[in-house]
């Protein structure tokens, strides 16, 4: 055999070799099931092959900008376990480096390590150059025409790779190419394959959620694990999408980390959601299928006043990234949920479709938890407005019906300390406090007490009263600030320690103030969910109170009613009504023209004239035009009341006030507020009595025997008397200071006697009145009737008139009235009048006799029958004679008049 023959034998059986070896190596590698064994097989069969120190395996993704190495702890290089265990594996940046740098080869090439690390620095490479690694022959790896990674093998022998080695190369490298597209399909295989188990175990644990605290529970036990994230945020919208807030850190049960700790204290816990970076990430997320991986420091710079990065626990815990999806429903979103990491891309892609999957899970887990606790929420609070007013309907006083309210309260608002500053109709005393001090035990405070207990006059309270109409809390900076500017705020927050408050103001039907406020002695004690409840209950507690101060006026008016009714009931037995005034002499005009002018004044008035001139009237008529005239007009006569009970008549007593008050009475000038009180005979009043009434009439206020609070009124007051009060007032029976407090305005009203004309117009007037009143006919009155009333005096004026017209009535029902008895009831009444005039006329001498006594006899019967003739103008005979006054013949009645010498003088 020859030299060419013998070489040729050599070459082949050279090729055979390496295509055994080649073959070999495919068939292991093609046998290789996962990476640890890829590796291994690459040692074993490949490294004697090829005689390399070390080797590297990279996976390249172009789409995510990425190469990684696929190499396994725990295989036979030290230096790979080293960087394995050092987390250098990747994944690096992959496009943008230098041209010239070994991860852009498209063919296989040599490489210089130190020029290499120069060009693209890597933390690999300490440890590379540090092994004495010096050379590198590396290529790409395609499969299906598409670069899939990078072969690399490094030798510390400068020398020792060469250009025969490179075909060996690219035939194991599309070998490994293979190996590793399958491979990693294989992975992506047990990857959906494990996500798919995990779903579903996460969807098994999903329908075990009964709650919020079980979906925070589940999502720190059973998804954290997964993704090794440090906390969460779950933002949620609000119904009307104009906040957000984080669940994560409202909730109690779920705060794990600074910045939800620091969210949970913070009182500022609804975002505005528009220009915030949820709103921002929410919107990126409509135009992407799938997570979002954001950078904390690039939303920091985007949105810097954002409540929740102003925190000093978020700006300590120094986030990182945060890998974000939208919860939604229905194609609709409806809040965030992130995890968050300390660390720069700490999230990688492989994770994104898991936590999409298990995203959209929990979205309707907590879309369903969301909607049963929103049902619950509104049926608990629901529950509350149907406990709260029946609260307030509670058959007690309003201490007792407020107190109820607040335990009721409690239980979903902090009511350590809460005010019920309530100012109905212009009163200022209708302040109710009630300060905690245990489970169900609370201090409570009337009007007077709170102002003892925070050291403020009644003046300094209402001076600092606040109209804010809103509903507001304040926490810390906020509250501070309104106490330096409010003194009443700050005494009283001084005094009960509090730090914080949520107040609101009722708009009621009645007209006053009306306000709540909560104090709470943390600094954050509120919240806005504090806020929204308050709001949500405020229309409930309005109507209730509404209707509850309504029915206590509507209380109030009935009685007062019930009592004017049985005061004029009162009247109508006491008093005949004689309707309105009747005249139209000179002297009454007058008088009509003062009516007219003082009735809309609201002066007080004076009414001076005789007994039964009609001084009440008088009183009616003012109150009648005035502008006080739908409200009762209350009449008191001072004469006809006992002394020992003029001031409880007057000012009315409390139960118990002295022996015999059984019940609580209201006096006159507390019947009359608002209307007017007419005092006839005024005159009348004691004097320890006179200076308590003047006390009422300048202050306008009075206090019930037995009682210590005063109650303002509003009242005008007339009086009367039929007495010469400027004398009194000399002779010391009138105060000086009473009279000319209601000497304002006088009117004189005329004596009947001086009402030219009025007595036949009012005489009419009243017998028909009478007449219709009793079934009685009246016929009219004689001329000699007529003349009769024209010339009495009248002394009891208009009564007189009254009581002889009801005589007359009586007495004569077919014919024309007489009035015969004028001259009884004159004759009578002057009896007394003429008494000192016959005992001068008459004067019996110490010795008289019988004939004196004649002689006295008949000096009477001359001067009694010369006042009659005198009536009758000297008219003996006919239908208005004497003789027929008399009841008596004329022809006897002249003989008597010529015995006794009478005649005309």
Known sequence: MSANQQNSTSSKKKNNTFDDALLDISLSLANSKDRGQLYKNIYAKIKPLLGFDEMGLFVIDEDQDIFWELLEVNVTSKLQ?????????????????????W???????????????????????????????????AGPLMFQGKRVGLLCFTSKNNNFFSSANIPVFEQIASVIAASVSNILAFEQVKKRERDKALLLSISQEVSKIHGLADFLRFIMQDIKPIFGFYDVGIFLLTEDEQHHYNLAGVHSDFSKS????????????????AGSPVAYTMKQLQTIEGPLQQNFQNLIEQFPYYDQFQLNDFKETRYQDCLVHDLKIGGKQFGLFCINSLEKEFFKEAQFSLFKNITEQLSVSLSNILTN????????????????????????????????????????????????????????????????????EYRQFDYQEFLDFVALTEDEYLLQYEENEKTFLENDASFQKTKKKNRFFKKTSEKFQARSRLSTSLQLSLPGHYRISFLSRETAGYSNQDQRLLE???????????????????????????????????????????????????????????????????????????????????????????????????????????????????????RGAFTGALKTRVGKFELANNGTIFL???????????????????????????SNQTQQLNFRLITATNRNLQQAVVEGTFRSDLFYRIFIYPIYLPA??????????????????????????????????????????????????????????????????????????????QMGKYKNKLNELFNLPEDFTLSDIDQSKQELEKHLLEQVLER??????????????????????????KKLGLGRK
């Open 258 to 273: 600074r910045w939800n700790d620091a969210i949970l204290k913070s009182s500022q816990k609804l975002m505005l959601h």
């Open 536 to 654: 949500e209950i405020i229309l409930t507690l309005q109507l209730s109170l509404d209707k509850l101060l309504a029915f206590e006026q509507i209380e109030k008016l009935n009685a007062k009613l019930q009592l004017e009714k049985q005061y004029l009931e009162e009247e109508v037995e006491k008093t005949f009504n004689f309707g309105e005034i009747i005249g139209e002499s000179d002297t009454m005009k007058k008088v009509y023209e003062q009516i007219a002018h003082v009735a809309p004044l609201d002066s007080s008035v004076f009414i001076q004239g005789e007994t039964g001139t009609g001084k009440e009237l008088i009183a009616r008529a003012i109150h009648k035009n005035s502008k006080r005239k739908d409200n009762i007009l209350v009449k008191v006569n001072c004469a006809a009341i006992p002394k020992d009970l003029v001031e409880s008549e007057l000012f009315g007593h409390e």
């Open 81 to 101: 376990d080293e960087l394995a265990k050092k987390e250098l594996l990747g994944p690096w940046p992959y496009r943008g480096r230098h041209k010239k740098a």
């Open 373 to 440: 606790n929103s049902l619950r929420k509104r049926e608990e609070e629901k529950s509350l407005q149907v406990n709260l007013v029946n609260a307030l309907n509670r058959p007690s006083g309003w201490n007792t019906k407020l107190l109820h309210l607040v335990q009721h309260l409690q239980a979903y608002i902090d009511c350590s300390i809460i005010v019920f500053a309530f100012q109905p109709d212009n009163r200022i005393d209708f302040c109710y406090a009630f300060e905690r001090i245990g489970a169900e």
């Open 872 to 897: 009758t103008k000297w008219r003996v005979s006919g239908r208005h004679g004497a003789a027929a006054l008399l009841d008596v013949k004329a022809v006897t009645l002249e003989y008597r008049i």
């Open 752 to 829: 009947l006697r001086e009402r030219d004309g009025d007595v036949i117009t009012i005489a009419q007037h009243y017998a028909h009145k009478f007449a219709n009143k009793s079934g009685l006919n009246f016929f009219g009155f004689s001329e000699a009737a007529k003349e009769r009333m024209r010339s009495h005096e009248w002394p009891g004026n208009v009564r007189e008139l009254e009581n002889i017209l009801q005589q007359e009535l009586v007495k004569n029902r077919k014919s024309e009235l007489e009035m015969l008895s004028l001259v009884v009831n004159t004759e009578m009444l």
């Open 680 to 706: 006839d005979e005024i005159g009348e009043l004691p004097l320890d009595l006179q200076a308590k009434l003047l006390r009422v009439l300048q202050e306008k206020e009075i206090e019930r025997l037995g």
């Open 103 to 137: 991860i852009y080869t498209d063919k296989v090439t040599f490489f210089d390590m130190e020029e290499q690390a120069r060009i693209y620095p890597n933390p690999q490479w300490k440890f590379i150059l540090d092994a004495g690694l010096t050379k590198m022959i």
